[in-house]
């Protein structure tokens, strides 16, 4: 294809400067270009290198029927722009593997419909502050990177396509912030995505990561990415690979199809999932190492694993939450392992596990709450010395073996029910021991309760029924039960002497045969029994404070406040019931106590908060009942670590009570950046985490702000059990607020004074100012100011006068 032409329309100031020229060379075609002016170009190859300063249009053909117009030359940098240029239409070509083929610095260009097919360094490179936006562009560049930013620029790609790259697809470094939007990287090698250094950041939204020969998305040395709606699929390394403190949110995205760990984060890295798809990978579908690591996954599927390791890994001192997580078809669900590491599996499912749902081993601990497990070998084998944690309120259906604790293990299991076991409910041996508080199992094929080795295993108030080979089958004087049932016949651990012989025939346990057990049953209790202990708890709760009918009736004397009311009272009614089924021995509902308030200020927040505490003293459930009240001055400091100790200064001061965070937003900053705020809020989850029972949190603030503030930190949000909204005091409820003021301070409303103050009420401007309950107390505050003025003037003032408060006294309007 030959040289083709370049056409020019210089504008002016005026319409009548309007011309026309046509060039041979784009080169002079710029030079002779002023801001505004459109180049087009004819079809054609362009052996030249375009340096664009200009604001001007450059354009190509708008189809190819022609031809495109190619800038294609021999060596160099095909295109650079440095001005506010908009670029559209052009086919680069470059071939000197030491440039980039597109390179723009300084400027905010906006390109667009370009085709860029070459062997260079990069197919695109950002640089030197630049923001461009481009669109509708594809790249192909097999000997080097698609698209490169760096140097503090950015910029918005719409619609693009990495078609294919030598290098990783798109990499993004040192303090650079870049957006993706409907863009696909494919047949990079790598990584599809690849973000690196402290500053800088990747929002993803609807792109696709494919056919990558490494990793498909690789952030390391503190970088952030946000990845909404993406798929990350077929690669030949890991799915997702976080390194070195990085930072990623993964949301409503999927990763599949992966042969290593579809996601693996170490080295202090954090990763939150949100309605995440992980499947159909060859390794772990999660893999956390190191201390510090971190990871949380809410509303998330694990599932379709296509190798033979657990589907989550958690080891040498990382953490893990997983709630409302589905986890399926896979050999193993949850591996933890090494002390100071910790997995928390919350009102999540796990079904279809050839081997152990969840394994704790080498001094590491695991929490499983509200959790509903079926069709596995092992429900949770806790392997080893130091390993241990808490099991409340979970299902375990038609598993080999619902619990295992072998090895001096410690776990406690409280309120869970175990159906169908094939095996066993419980097997403990090889000097385990455990805690199992009112656990139910029924219709084992094999054994309820089988303990042996001499473990000292506790089982309190635990039932067995239809258990094929004896509810309770433990060696002798080895676990110690307190009051617990069976629908077989005789109590534990009588004649076990005379009954070893008859039991040893039937000890195939799940791993060996022991020859001295005895088989250890109690009648299930008569009709209408009660557990011992399990007497109505008193009216009040600790001492001095005060019965929960007193606090609840001071609640419903607050004004307005209706819908705040029901909602305390239905959670106060859930724990209460809650505390009365499991004093009878049956499950119990699992009820997060921790609270979300939201309203504008005055709204009597802080007012129900300290009421709350109170009722939750007064049931038991908390110690004391107070109030400790926080905002972010209390707990972020200036330097790295002070915030940490300040959060836990102020945890501790709520031991026993409630700690209630006023403007809690302000702890996640819009434009928060390194803010310690984000310190504050890892250790209060941290904190609400290991000490759940100690303190209950409500987080409280304007109802926007605190959505946000909730939506940009799930893992926070996970962990309160329902936000109620205070809305504005209607003009009716402010004047009520008065009216019972005046009546405290014994003062009266004269005449007329109730209508005024309902049309000050209606009119006051309802702006950010407004202070809702305190604007009512202001306004009765500056009445009887007023008031006094009025009445010094009276020489001999009547009891009538001195108590009276009339339309006059109310404050002028602002």
């Given at each position: 294809?030959?040289?083709?032409?370049?056409?020019?329309t210089?504008?002016?100031?005026?319409?009548w400067r309007?011309?026309?020229?046509?060039y041979s060379?784009?080169?002079e075609?710029?030079?002779?270009?002023?801001?505004?002016?459109?180049l087009?170009?004819?079809?054609?190859?362009?052996r030249?290198?375009?340096?664009i300063?200009q604001s001007?249009t450059l354009?190509?053909p708008?189809d190819d029927?022609?031809?495109?117009?190619?800038i294609?030359?021999?060596?160099?940098?095909p295109?650079?722009?440095r001005?506010s240029a908009t670029?559209?239409?052009l086919?680069?070509?470059g071939?000197d593997t030491?440039?980039?083929?597109v390179?723009?610095?300084n400027?905010?260009p906006?390109?667009?419909g370009?085709?860029?097919?070459?062997a260079?360094?990069?197919?695109m490179e950002?640089?030197a502050g630049?923001?461009?936006t481009v669109?509708?562009?594809?790249?192909?560049n097999p000997t080097?990177t698609?698209?490169s930013?760096?140097?503090?620029?950015?910029?918005l790609?719409?619609?693009?396509?990495i078609?294919?790259?030598?290098q990783?697809?798109?990499?993004v470094?040192?303090?650079?912030?870049?957006?993706?939007?409907?863009c696909?990287?494919?047949r990079?090698?790598?990584?599809?995505l690849?973000?690196?250094?402290d500053?800088?950041a990747?929002d993803?939204v609807?792109?696709?990561?494919e056919?990558?020969?490494?990793?498909?998305?690789?952030?390391?040395?503190?970088?952030?990415?946000?990845l909404t709606?993406c798929?990350?699929a077929?690669?030949t390394?890991d799915?997702v690979?976080?390194?070195s403190?990085a930072?990623?949110t993964l949301t409503?995205s999927?990763?599949?199809?992966i042969?290593?760990?579809?996601?693996?984060?170490?080295?202090r890295?954090?990763?939150?999932?949100?309605?995440?798809?992980v499947h159909?990978?060859?390794?772990?579908?999660?893999?956390v190492?190191d201390?510090?690591?971190?990871?949380?996954?809410?509303?998330?599927e694990i599932?379709?694993?296509?190798?033979?390791?657990p589907?989550v890994w958690v080891?040498d001192?990382?953490?893990?939450?997983?709630e409302?997580c589905r986890?399926?078809d896979?050999p193993?669900?949850l591996?933890?392992?090494?002390?100071?590491s910790?997995?928390d599996?919350?009102?999540s499912?796990?079904?279809?596990?050839?081997g152990s749902?969840?394994s704790?081993?080498?001094g590491a601990?695991?929490?499983?709450?509200?959790?509903?497990?079926?069709?596995?070998?092992t429900?949770a084998?806790f392997?080893?010395?130091g390993?241990g944690?808490?099991?409340?309120g979970?299902?375990?259906?038609?598993?080999?073996?619902a619990f295992i604790?072998?090895?001096?293990a410690?776990?406690?299991?409280e309120?869970?029910?175990?159906t169908s076991?094939?095996?066993a409910?419980?097997?403990?041996?090889?000097g385990g021991?455990?805690r199992f508080?009112r656990c139910r199992?029924t219709?084992s094929?094999g054994y309820?309760f089988?303990?042996?080795?001499?473990?000292?295993t506790e089982l309190?108030?635990c039932?067995?029924?239809r258990?094929?080979?004896?509810?309770?089958?433990?060696a002798?004087?080895?676990?110690?039960?307190?009051?617990?049932?069976?629908d077989?016949?005789t109590a534990?651990?009588?004649?076990a002497?005379?009954?070893a012989?008859?039991?040893?025939a039937?000890a195939?346990v799940?791993?060996q045969?022991e020859p001295?057990?005895?088989?250890?049953?109690?009648p299930?209790p008569?009709?209408?029994?009660?557990?011992a202990?399990?007497?109505?708890a008193p009216?009040?709760?600790?001492?001095?404070?005060r019965?929960?009918?007193?606090?609840l009736a001071e609640?419903?004397?607050?004004?307005?406040?209706d819908?705040?009311?029901?909602?305390?009272?239905?959670?106060i009614d859930m724990i209460?019931?809650?505390r009365?089924?499991a004093?009878?021995?049956?499950?119990a509902?699992?009820?997060r106590?921790?609270?979300v308030?939201?309203g504008?200020?005055?709204t009597?927040?802080?007012t129900?908060?300290r009421?709350?505490?109170?009722?939750?003293a007064s049931?038991g459930v908390l110690?004391?009942?107070?109030?400790?009240?926080?905002?972010r001055?209390?707990?972020?400091?200036?330097?790295?670590?002070s915030t940490?100790i300040?959060?836990?200064?102020a945890f501790d001061?709520?031991?026993?009570g409630?700690?209630?965070i006023?403007?809690?937003?302000?702890l996640?900053?819009e434009d928060?950046g390194?803010?310690?705020?984000r310190?504050a809020?890892?250790?209060?989850v941290?904190l609400?985490?290991?000490?759940?029972?100690?303190?209950?949190?409500?987080?409280?603030?304007?109802?926007?702000e605190?959505e946000?503030f909730?939506?940009?930190?799930p893992g926070?949000?996970?962990r309160f059990?329902?936000?109620?909204t205070?809305g504005?005091?209607s003009?009716?409820?402010?004047?009520s607020?008065v009216?019972?003021q005046?009546?405290?301070q014994?003062y009266?409303l004269?005449?007329?004074?109730?209508?005024?103050?309902?049309?000050?009420?209606t009119?006051?401007?309802r702006?950010?100012?407004?202070?809702?309950?305190?604007?009512?107390?202001?306004?009765?505050?500056a009445m009887?100011e007023?008031?006094?003025?009025?009445v010094?003037r009276?020489a001999d003032?009547s009891?009538e006068?001195?108590?009276?408060?009339?339309?006059?006294d109310l404050p002028?309007l602002r």
């Amino acid at each position: 294809m030959t040289q083709g032409s370049v056409q020019v329309t210089h504008t002016g100031t005026g319409r009548w400067r309007r011309r026309t020229a046509v060039y041979s060379t784009v080169t002079e075609a710029l030079a002779a270009a002023a801001d505004g002016d459109v180049l087009v170009l004819a079809p054609g190859t362009y052996r030249e290198n375009l340096v664009i300063e200009q604001s001007v249009t450059l354009r190509g053909p708008a189809d190819d029927r022609d031809g495109p117009a190619r800038i294609a030359p021999l060596d160099g940098v095909p295109l650079t722009v440095r001005g506010s240029a908009t670029v559209r239409h052009l086919r680069i070509e470059g071939q000197d593997t030491t440039a980039p083929a597109v390179l723009v610095e300084n400027s905010m260009p906006e390109l667009i419909g370009l085709r860029v097919h070459t062997a260079s360094a990069s197919g695109m490179e950002v640089r030197a502050g630049a923001r461009p936006t481009v669109r509708q562009c594809s790249v192909s560049n097999p000997t080097g990177t698609g698209v490169s930013v760096g140097d503090g620029a950015g910029g918005l790609f719409e619609e693009c396509e990495i078609a294919e790259s030598g290098q990783p697809g798109v990499a993004v470094r040192g303090a650079a912030h870049l957006r993706l939007e409907r863009c696909t990287v494919r047949r990079a090698r790598g990584a599809g995505l690849s973000v690196t250094g402290d500053g800088s950041a990747v929002d993803a939204v609807h792109c696709r990561i494919e056919d990558v020969r490494g990793t498909g998305v690789r952030l390391a040395e503190r970088a952030t990415a946000h990845l909404t709606e993406c798929r990350v699929a077929e690669t030949t390394g890991d799915g997702v690979c976080l390194d070195s403190e990085a930072v990623l949110t993964l949301t409503d995205s999927e990763v599949t199809d992966i042969p290593e760990n579809a996601i693996d984060l170490r080295s202090r890295s954090v990763l939150t999932l949100v309605r995440t798809a992980v499947h159909r990978f060859g390794r772990n579908g999660m893999s956390v190492w190191d201390p510090g690591t971190h990871a949380d996954a809410h509303d998330c599927e694990i599932h379709g694993s296509t190798g033979d390791y657990p589907a989550v890994w958690v080891s040498d001192g990382a953490t893990a939450v997983l709630e409302s997580c589905r986890v399926r078809d896979v050999p193993d669900a949850l591996f933890v392992l090494d002390a100071g590491s910790r997995a928390d599996l919350v009102d999540s499912e796990v079904d279809d596990v050839r081997g152990s749902a969840v394994s704790v081993s080498d001094g590491a601990t695991a929490r499983l709450d509200a959790c509903r497990i079926r069709r596995v070998g092992t429900g949770a084998w806790f392997r080893d010395a130091g390993s241990g944690g808490t099991v409340t309120g979970c299902t375990v259906e038609e598993a080999r073996t619902a619990f295992i604790v072998t090895k001096e293990a410690d776990p406690a299991v409280e309120e869970c029910v175990i159906t169908s076991p094939g095996e066993a409910g419980v097997y403990v041996s090889a000097g385990g021991r455990g805690r199992f508080t009112r656990c139910r199992i029924t219709g084992s094929a094999g054994y309820g309760f089988h303990v042996i080795d001499g473990c000292r295993t506790e089982l309190n108030r635990c039932r067995t029924e239809r258990c094929a080979r004896g509810g309770y089958v433990f060696a002798e004087d080895s676990p110690v039960l307190t009051d617990c049932h069976s629908d077989e016949a005789t109590a534990p651990g009588a004649d076990a002497r005379e009954r070893a012989a008859e039991a040893a025939a039937l000890a195939t346990v799940p791993a060996q045969r022991e020859p001295a057990v005895v088989a250890a049953t109690v009648p299930a209790p008569a009709p209408g029994r009660q557990d011992a202990g399990a007497a109505a708890a008193p009216a009040g709760g600790a001492d001095g404070t005060r019965p929960s009918d007193e606090v609840l009736a001071e609640l419903e004397s607050l004004v307005g406040l209706d819908t705040v009311k029901r909602e305390v009272r239905a959670l106060i009614d859930m724990i209460e019931v809650g505390r009365r089924r499991a004093r009878a021995g049956l499950k119990a509902a699992s009820v997060r106590r921790h609270l979300v308030f939201t309203g504008a200020p005055g709204t009597g927040k802080t007012t129900v908060a300290r009421l709350y505490g109170e009722i939750l003293a007064s049931l038991g459930v908390l110690e004391r009942g107070h109030l400790v009240e926080v905002s972010r001055v209390d707990l972020v400091g200036e330097h790295i670590g002070s915030t940490a100790i300040r959060t836990q200064e102020a945890f501790d001061r709520a031991r026993g009570g409630v700690l209630f965070i006023d403007e809690a937003y302000a702890l996640s900053p819009e434009d928060a950046g390194r803010d310690f705020g984000r310190e504050a809020i890892d250790t209060l989850v941290k904190l609400m985490e290991d000490h759940r029972e100690a303190v209950v949190v409500i987080v409280a603030g304007y109802t926007a702000e605190m959505e946000r503030f909730l939506a940009v930190n799930p893992g926070v949000a996970s962990r309160f059990s329902r936000t109620i909204t205070f809305g504005d005091y209607s003009p009716e409820e402010l004047l009520s607020i008065v009216t019972q003021q005046a009546g405290d301070q014994e003062y009266d409303l004269g005449e007329g004074t109730r209508d005024a103050l309902l049309k000050y009420f209606t009119a006051l401007d309802r702006g950010p100012s407004f202070g809702n309950g305190r604007t009512a107390r202001q306004t009765f505050e500056a009445m009887v100011e007023r008031h006094a003025g009025r009445v010094a003037r009276l020489a001999d003032p009547s009891t009538e006068d001195l108590s009276l408060l009339f339309p006059d006294d109310l404050p002028p309007l602002r």
